[in-house]
């Protein structure tokens, strides 16, 4: 077919579009199917623009109402070869109109922009499946890059998906004919042919989008024509082509009343740390350097100045968390953000704020390791770390964000302890989480809690002469915290270092039995941290049973795991779930509930480490199922844990825990069909 092509100063009008901001299709147009929830995945080179096709996407879908989770899945090199398996980029995208705990085990969709995207990412794709490619790709020196010796396309061994093969550059480049662009940067906007088409087939809106490139390119308009043009010219192929027997349409999902936004982890979690700021009157001072995937909170913050957020790039990760613990001494939070490998190199001057006794939030958001190892990709690999990486006995509380939104309460709740206990706290998150996106109800900031900073404002004890002196060590009874003094109050001059204080006084003391008191004094503020007790989801069977199986999980793992508890019980099995935010101290009570079963399952993206401390901690034996993929667990892969930890009970405690709707299974032999 043939476009027309617009001029450069006028792209081609826009649909008529409906209340919703979705185009209209002319009478006698391609039949609507509605569908409970689709998976789609943009896939291509690294310059192919998939993270930006596949957000743009996501604000479509989230206008709509719909519930959603995101994966973007970066390449590690910057600049891959082009056309290369290393160079490619995805994001993947499951929408519905019912609550969604994960962004889907498989794509029902794969847009594949070369034969890299494809070879990378068929293997995902269940038969049956959709395939879009952009056929002009498909070039004999792009083939044989991936080790392609025949075109996919062409030689049948796609025969079980459903292709849709495009000229999606060649169209593109045909829509801009009269832009004035050259070839080469026309065919830059094949991305957002592909979005168009995309909103048409699944009935997105397109005002967004529009206004999003409007405003991101208001000072090229060249480009900004050219990407609108091929935008509309994408859904306009839609409309017309004869290609989708169907289009799709996914109803709003039901969400409680309020406002909403899309939101990703790390945003989020900037959000949180201003918003703890702002609630206990402090300015927020980030030292940070760049680091993969932290990075995106020192981006958010930077944004913030107005709400009394500093941010400093530092020369390295020591300056980083120095400028942090240096601010928080200053009398301001002080924030330091970073991965693995930078929490390793800040171990030093987080020993000196454990020594210290200030508030220190340092947050840690998780890639795969050691070393480099996967910098663009998620792992939880960093928990010992956390809980152990420093010289000497110098414990600090370590809380786990569970999902993007729950970035923001993480990070609340990381600056209350932080502030309220006068000690640094580790805050873990991951790049699943970090990049990962979903609906965000707005909350009141009068609803939050207030985080009081209680500063030292004068003398609280008396020399040995009688007159009031300050004891920068003498502590709050109920919280073990000592005074916070911000330099320059006058009567609160005292001695800091990492030398060894004395108790009350906070003279240096090399005195055995002073040492082993302080020593055991952190450990008990860190261990009275007020956490709430662990919440477990067991439903009371109809015979008034409960059951026998745990499974517990900390970080990321929420979402796999209560959509694995949910297909589990859909089929019948009884099971309970349990999900850990506070790993150090643990909720009061875990070890209780932890033996109140006969099995606990613990699904963790690392070797084991918490079932390690689980089992050191409580003598339970804990069963990990323990994986470094580099890549979240699937729904799918936690319903077989389950279902292989329930037919692993005993034979007759596992019938009674296989109860479903109608017959309860006959043993757990036939549990595993």
Not at 125 to 152: C, H, M, N, W
Not at 174 to 192: H, P, Q, T, V
Not at 322 to 333: C, D, N, T
Not at 434 to 460: H, K, M, Q, R, Y
Request: proline share 9%.
């Amino acid at each position: 077919m043939r476009l027309e092509s617009p001029t450069p100063d006028a792209p081609t009008d826009p649909p008529p579009a409906d209340h919703d901001g979705r185009p209209t299709s002319p009478a006698g147009a391609t039949p609507v199917q509605r569908v409970a929830s689709v998976v789609i995945r943009f896939a291509g080179d690294s310059g192919d623009g998939m993270q930006l096709t596949g957000d743009r996407f996501t604000a479509e879908t989230a206008t709509l109402g719909n519930a959603l989770a995101t994966l973007p899945n970066f390449p590690a090199e910057i600049r891959a070869p082009q056309g290369t398996l290393p160079g490619v980029s995805s994001f993947q995208l499951q929408f519905a109109d019912h609550v969604v705990l994960t962004p889907g085990d498989a794509p029902d969709v794969l847009v594949a922009m070369n034969p890299a995207a494809l070879r990378a990412n068929i293997g995902d794709l269940p038969r049956g499946g959709v395939v879009i490619a952009d056929s002009d790709e498909f070039t004999r020196r792009s083939l044989q890059k991936v080790g392609y010796t025949a075109s996919p396309l062409e030689d049948g061994s796609l025969e079980s998906y459903q292709v849709h093969a495009l000229p999606l550059t060649s169209m593109t480049v045909e829509s801009l004919a009269g832009s004035g662009l050259s070839r080469k940067d026309a065919e830059r906007a094949k991305n957002m042919f592909a979005l168009g088409m995309l909103s048409w087939l699944y009935d997105r809106p397109t005002q967004a989008t529009e206004r999003f490139l409007q405003t991101k390119f208001a000072k090229k308009p060249e480009i900004r024509d050219a990407n609108l043009t091929a935008f509309r010219a994408g859904w306009a192929f839609g409309e017309t082509t004869e290609g989708f027997a169907v289009r799709y349409e996914v109803a709003p999902a039901e969400h409680p009343a309020g406002t909403y936004r899309n939101i990703t982890g790390s945003t989020a979690l900037a959000y949180g740390l201003a918003t703890a700021a702002h609630k206990a009157g402090l300015p927020l001072v980030l030292g940070s350097y760049p680091i993969t995937p932290a990075s995106d909170i020192l981006h958010a913050l930077s944004g913030l100045k107005r709400f009394g957020v500093t941010t400093l790039q530092a020369e390295d990760e020591i300056a980083g968390v120095g400028i942090a613990l240096g601010a928080s001494f200053g009398g301001s939070l002080g924030v330091t953000t970073t991965s693995g490998p930078g929490l390793a190199l800040k171990a030093e001057t987080i020993g000196l704020a454990v020594m210290l006794e200030l508030p220190l939030v340092v947050v840690d958001v998780q890639r795969g390791g050691p070393s480099t190892g996967l910098p663009t990709k998620t792992e939880q690999a960093d928990l010992l770390q956390a809980m152990y990486g420093r010289n000497g006995e110098s414990p600090l509380p370590v809380l786990a964000a569970s999902s993007p939104t729950d970035c923001f309460t993480a990070a609340l709740e990381a600056v209350r302890i932080a502030v309220t206990y006068r000690t640094p706290v580790i805050l873990l998150s991951d790049g699943y989480l970090a990049n990962g996106s979903e609906p965000w109800a707005l909350p009141d900031v009068a609803d939050l809690p207030t985080i009081d900073p209680a500063f030292a404002t004068g003398p609280n004890g008396a020399g040995d002469d009688g007159t009031p002196a300050f004891r920068p060590y003498l502590r709050d009874p109920e919280t073990l915290a000592r005074p916070w003094a911000v330099p320059g109050t006058p009567g609160l001059e005292h001695r800091v270092g990492g030398l060894e204080k004395a108790d009350v006084t906070g003279e240096i003391s090399y005195e055995p039995d002073n040492h082993e008191k302080m020593t055991n004094l952190r450990q008990a503020k860190v261990d009275g941290v007020a956490v709430p007790p662990l919440e477990v989801d067991d439903p009371v069977a109809p015979d008034g049973s409960r059951a026998r199986v745990l499974v517990l999980g900390w970080g990321s793992t929420y979402g796999p795991i209560a959509a694995a508890v949910r297909d589990a019980r859909a089929e019948g099995l009884q099971v309970a779930r349990a999900h850990l935010r506070h790993l150090n101290p643990f909720p009061p009570g875990l070890g209780d509930v932890l033996r109140a079963y006969d099995r606990v399952v613990l699904p963790e993206m690392n070797g084991g480490q918490l079932a390690l401390l689980l089992r050191g901690r409580y003598l339970v034996d804990v069963q990990s199922h323990a994986r470094v993929r580099g890549r979240p667990f699937t729904a799918g892969e936690l319903t077989d844990v389950v279902r292989e930890a329930v037919a692993a009970l005993p034979d007759e405690l596992a019938a009674r825990q296989l109860v479903g709707a109608g017959a309860p299974f006959e043993s757990p032999q036939e549990a595993r069909r």
